[in-house]
């Protein structure tokens, strides 16, 4: 939560639209899937978060690519 907050306070600061949101949803998306996955602490549920993770990653790096390209266009 923790996380998805201080990406959010960057979002502002630097000024990103809308589709970085989008992607930060899909992030926060991916961190439920992940808590779920954690809850019971069972050892191949954890390591499949851990292996998932890259996922939350991704998306939000290609949100921020976008947007940077969006105002490289405008």
Do not use: E
Not at 6 to 32: E, K, R
Not at 41 to 67: E, K, Y
Request: overall charge positive; proline content about 1%.
């Amino acid at each position: 939560v923790v996380f998805l907050t201080l990406m959010s306070f960057a979002g502002i600061s630097f000024g990103l639209d809308w589709p970085f949101y989008v992607g930060l949803a899909v992030a926060a998306g991916f961190a439920i899937y992940h808590q779920t996955l954690i809850f019971k602490r069972n050892r191949q549920q954890c390591f499949r978060a851990f292996l998932n993770n890259n996922w939350l990653g991704l998306s939000l790096f290609v949100v921020i690519v976008l947007s940077y390209a969006q105002f490289l266009t405008a």
